[in-house]
């Protein structure tokens, strides 16, 4: 009797799992079941500013561009007579003031400055402003350049002789700038000047190219 009842109680659970697999949902035949991956996204460069406490990195700059020499620069040796001139004569700037000076030692005057200057590479000027006039050729003002002596008349407003000399550093077509033996109250001496802007303007005669 216990035999019968162990098989009904087995075919009871038969019935009951076979139910409950009936109901369970199963794939379609010939569809097989996938993971839906999950979404990326591509890398886009940050283009704000990063978190507090993180390093910015910052973008690779081009080589920088070789920059030209300024306009009107001197090589640092002299390339003709005219430039060993202006050198020479820039080597005098500070030199005193002296009336018939003619030597770096005991100072210059104008003339004086302009006759030392260039008897140092073979040049005879004569040490007098009003031969200065005279010497070499004229040329515009507009032309002038380095190594030539520029004139200008006396210091008085009714002055129309020459009385004052100097010699251009400047290149043609810039504003005149020269070097000369002074002897104004202020800043008397070998000293750098410039025409246009300041006294020299009205003053101005002419110059002359010597080289």
């Given amino acids: 009797m216990r035999y019968v009842w162990s098989v009904f109680f087995l075919l009871i659970a038969l019935l009951v799992s076979r139910a409950v697999w009936v109901r369970q949902p199963h794939p379609a035949a010939g569809y097989a079941t996938t993971t839906t991956p999950a979404r990326t996204t591509a890398y886009t460069p940050a283009t704000t500013a990063p978190a507090a406490g993180t390093p910015a990195v910052a973008p690779a700059s081009p080589p920088p561009k070789p920059v030209p020499p300024a ?3 001197r090589a640092a040796a002299p390339s003709s007579k005219a430039d060993s001139i ?3 004569a820039l080597q005098q700037l500070g030199t005193p003031y002296l009336y018939a000076g003619t030597t770096p ?3 210059f005057d104008c003339s004086g400055f302009v006759m030392y200057v260039f008897a140092r590479y073979g040049v005879p000027t004569p040490h007098s402003t009003a031969m200065l006039i005279d010497v070499g050729r004229p040329v515009a003002r507009t032309a002038a350049r380095p190594g ?3 004139v200008f008349t006396g210091t008085a407003a009714t002055s129309t002789t020459p ?5 251009v550093i400047s290149q043609p077509g810039e504003p005149i700038r020269f070097v000369h033996s002074s002897s104004a109250r202020r800043e008397s001496g070998v000293k750098i000047s410039q025409v246009e802007g300041s006294g020299y303007e009205r003053r101005f005669m002419q110059v002359r190219r010597v080289l």
């Fill in 71 to 73: 306009s009107g620069l």
């Fill in 86 to 88: 202006v050198v020479f």
């Fill in 105 to 107: 030692s005991i100072g």
């Fill in 148 to 150: 030539d002596i520029v």
């Fill in 163 to 167: 009385g004052h000399a100097g010699i």
